[in-house]
């Protein structure tokens, strides 16, 4: 590989092209990955670029951020609601940062809460029609604090939304059985709790299984499967054994909104030498 990609950046050269060597390796390189000018489809790049909310706190808002009374939609997961104007910051953000989908790829933005579980997916196109239309209850440029952005909302039926699926391809990225690595594109969206038994269509009900996992929980007896508000899925199995698997990114719960040290006691009641 590096033989053929040396020989395209020196043909490169030896045509007048005068940049660093390393220049045109790497183009010869991403030319022959991405395949441009070749038959066949071209290749391109879905990127998904993720921001916890933490990090799109504008100047001033922190105050209203728990300000939930005032007739919005309810928060989720009880975090901090993603407001308009954490919006407007992504927003400013990714144009500072000239982010762009790649072409013929695509781009999505995905926010998390400070232990990495994924509060909301978005596109930069919805992104920027909710940062322009602010909060549907106060106004366009109401510093409310109302969530203007959250996970796909509950639908009634069995068939899961397009907005579900990308929000749990992102969450979950492979089928979540443990151990299995089949990329979350070639999945199903699983009922957890089954819907026959009342098992919502819900993001907080769904997961991506492979098709050979997908069988096996639905037609094999005995196993067990419970999905956590932060997408955390424990399987046991028939003979007891239980494992977790977490979604990408998502802390370990010991890890997780480390609290602060306790404060040492005003009075010392250790005995001397201290
Ligand atoms: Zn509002
Ligand atoms: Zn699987």
Redesign the pocket.
């Known amino acids: 590989m590096w033989s053929v990609i040396d020989q395209a950046a020196q043909l490169a050269r030896t045509a007048g092209d005068d940049r660093p060597i390393g220049v045109l390796r790497a183009e010869a390189h991403a030319a022959l990955v991405l395949r441009t000018g070749a038959d066949g489809p071209a290749v391109t790049g879905h990127l998904t670029l993720t921001a916890p909310l933490s990090a799109l706190r504008p100047p001033g808002t922190a105050a209203s951020a728990e300000r939930t009374d005032l007739g919005g939609p309810v928060p989720q997961l009880g975090s901090t609601p993603i407001t308009t104007a954490h919006l407007r910051e992504l927003l400013a953000q990714l144009g500072a940062l000239g982010v762009q989908a790649p072409p013929g790829g695509s781009l999505a933005l995905a926010l998390t809460d400070d232990d990495g579980a994924l509060l909301a997916t978005t596109t930069p196109a919805e992104l920027a029609r909710l940062a322009a239309r602010g909060c549907p209850a106060h106004g366009k440029n109401a510093d409310c604090g109302c969530p203007a952005l959250g996970p796909p909302p509950a639908v009634p039926g069995y068939t899961h939304t397009a907005a579900q699926e990308r929000f749990l391809r992102l969450r979950d990225r492979t089928?979540r059985?443990p151990g299995?690595g089949?990329p979350a594109g070639r999945t199903d969206a699983d009922h957890v709790l089954p819907y026959d038994c009342g098992g919502r269509t819900t993001c907080h009900n769904l997961c991506c299984?492979?098709r050979?996992?997908h069988r096996l929980k639905t037609f094999a007896r005995g196993w067990r499967y419970r999905l956590h508000p932060d997408g955390t899925l424990t399987v046991t199995t028939p003979s007891g054994v239980t494992r977790t698997t977490r979604p990408p990114g998502l802390r370990h719960p010991q890890t997780q909104r480390a609290l602060p040290p306790p404060r040492p006691s005003p009075v010392d009641e250790d005995t001397p030498p201290f």
């Open positions: 089928c059985h299995c089949q299984l492979c050979t996992h």
